[in-house]
């Protein structure tokens, strides 16, 4: 059985490019906003989500508060351009963040970095 991705970002070329990259391995939902997000999260149960940080509705810091609400252990990771410090991935990592991956993409990266998550 395949597992289920659900992908938040607000940009829609983000959205296709992450599909294309998991196609085939993955049941894969997208969302183009936090607040879209959280409702599919309520609807579908999901093995991983892979957060956008900057959205316009809201960030994917306050989606990422909000399932950890509802749900503490599904799989949480962020995609963004924005950098993240060593010291501020481990104080994520101990919030119970899986990982935070850099934009652009490096297709082999990412799913090697979603599989290492999801084993």
Known sequence: MKKTI?????????IMLVKDI??????IDSAHSG???LVKIGKKKYDFILLDVLMPDMSGWD??????????????????????????LA???????????NKPIEPAELRKRIAAILK
């Not at 659900?6 to 983000?14: E, F, S």
């Not at 998991?22 to 049941?27: I, P, S």
């Open 35 to 37: 607040k879209e997000g």
């Open 91 to 101: 104080k994520l990592k101990r919030e119970g963040v899986s990982d935070y991956i």
């Open 63 to 88: 989606v990422y508060q909000q399932i950890r609400k509802k749900n503490k252990t599904v799989k949480v990771a962020f995609l963004s351009a924005i950098e993240c410090s060593k010291e501020r």
């Open 22 to 27: 998991l196609n085939g391995g993955f049941d």
């Open 6 to 14: 659900l992908h938040v970002d607000d940009d829609a070329d983000t």
